[in-house]
């Protein structure tokens, strides 16, 4: 079983993140690794296995891994599940550890899209628009084309937008309780020097805001950023060594459930955290009772409820309710994106929750620290509902 019993993130880089111009996703993404290499007190040289996704052009993981010197990699890849990839990035490095394939591994998400004097909205010009995951150029994947678009689905916002009002015309989920979720978010974010946004906002503000795409609001939508952030992955063994506390790989799962977006399909009903979440749990050997905090994919407040209700926090149904309760938010009984998310902080696709995931683990979350850090778990989603990971973290080594 390689170095040891289990896989620890040792290693957080983070460049800064928002509206960061002049540089290139390369740029980024070799400042993160290198952040987050000297984080763990380790040096490139260190680095045996390196794990890159999208947006970075050409090849990506050998001109990142020329750019930063290193050689004789025994694992390299480019990973795409878009929002999903950060989740599927740390298994396939904790599995390489674990089997000895590797022994430390980098894992790289970066992106720039924002432009001076451009708007957020128009970042990903070429047809796939904020929020999408999509890099420029890629608008063909999601299928923006045809009839599909003569009907007005011309952005990802149009799609999610059908998800979250189907999930309405079912369950009775209402604007409110989305905006429930925005407001919760923005209250942690207010408590996270690095969230791009930080103000206060009430249920007024997120009514007030104007549509996107009904019944998404503005304040249901991500944000667009640019930046970095990469992990290294160790053995739980040697993590014991390194320079900051570890932050251990207990369990870990994927679920892509195919769904058409026509009547009687599951679309927007049930996502794929339904599969991967409970592969997870086993895998980590806990159940959702035992879940201290959420690090969920935000992409939209409507993801959110579908997640939670998902992995089993609440009946199906009943994830608008729960939010509203007031479940979410710095006091609740399930903290939940506790740095503000994708939604108020920052959008590095998977590696928003997973950022957030280690530094609370770590304790390191300061004003915003939650009261329980024991069993951490991290979702992500990508495509229109087509991926999902999810990951079991924990400061505390899982037992044998």
């Not at 763990?40 to 045996?48: H, I, K, R, Y």
Request: net charge neutral; proline share 4%.
């Amino acid at each position: 079983m390689g170095e040891g019993t289990g896989a620890a993130i040792v290693g957080l880089g983070m460049t800064e993140l928002g509206r960061v111009y002049g540089r290139s996703p390369r740029s980024f993404a070799a400042e993160a690794v290198r952040l987050a290499v000297a984080d763990a007190g380790l040096t490139l040289g260190d680095l045996d296995g390196l794990l890159v996704s999208h947006g970075l052009g050409g090849s990506p993981g050998i001109e990142l891994a020329a750019t930063l010197g290193l050689r004789d990699l025994r694992l390299l890849s480019l990973v795409n599940s878009f929002g999903a990839t950060a989740g599927a990035m740390v298994s396939y490095a904790a599995t390489s550890i674990l089997s000895g394939a590797a022994s430390t591994v980098a894992c790289v998400f970066a992106d720039a899209p924002l432009k001076p004097r451009q708007s957020a909205g128009s970042a990903y010009d070429r047809g796939a628009p904020a929020g999408s995951g999509a890099a420029p150029g890629q608008a063909q994947w999601y299928g923006y084309g045809g009839m599909t678009a003569a009907l007005g689905f011309r952005s990802v916002n149009t799609f999610y937008a059908l998800a979250a009002q189907r999930h309405m015309a079912r369950y009775g989920t209402t604007t409110e309780q989305l905006g429930a979720v925005a407001v919760s978010t923005r209250a942690w974010a207010s408590r996270n020097p690095r969230a791009q946004m930080r103000e206060p906002i009430t249920l007024d503000d997120h009514r007030s805001s104007r549509w996107v795409a009904e019944p998404l609001r503005l304040l249901d939508c991500c944000l667009v950023s640019n930046g970095a952030i990469a992990v290294v992955l160790t053995s739980s063994n040697r993590a014991r060594d390194l320079a900051r506390p570890p932050v251990h790989v207990w369990g870990w799962g994927q679920g892509h459930p195919g769904h058409r977006r026509e009547r009687g399909s599951g679309f927007g009903l049930t996502t794929g955290a339904a599969t991967s979440g409970p592969i997870a749990m086993k895998m980590a050997g806990v159940t959702v009772d035992d879940i201290s905090q959420a690090q969920l994919y935000d992409c939209y407040t409507y993801t959110v409820v579908v997640t939670l209700e998902d992995y089993g926090f609440c009946a199906k149904g009943e994830g608008g309710a729960f939010a509203a309760s007031g479940a979410l938010g710095p006091g609740g009984a399930l903290p939940t994106n506790t740095g503000g998310g994708q939604l108020s902080a920052y959008y590095m696709w998977g590696m928003t929750p997973l950022s957030e995931a280690v530094i609370q683990g770590r304790g390191d979350g300061g004003e915003r620290q939650a009261d329980r850090n024991d069993v951490i778990l991290v979702s992500g989603n990508g495509g229109i509902l087509d991926h999902h990971s999810t990951l079991i973290l924990s400061p505390h080594p899982k037992e044998a």
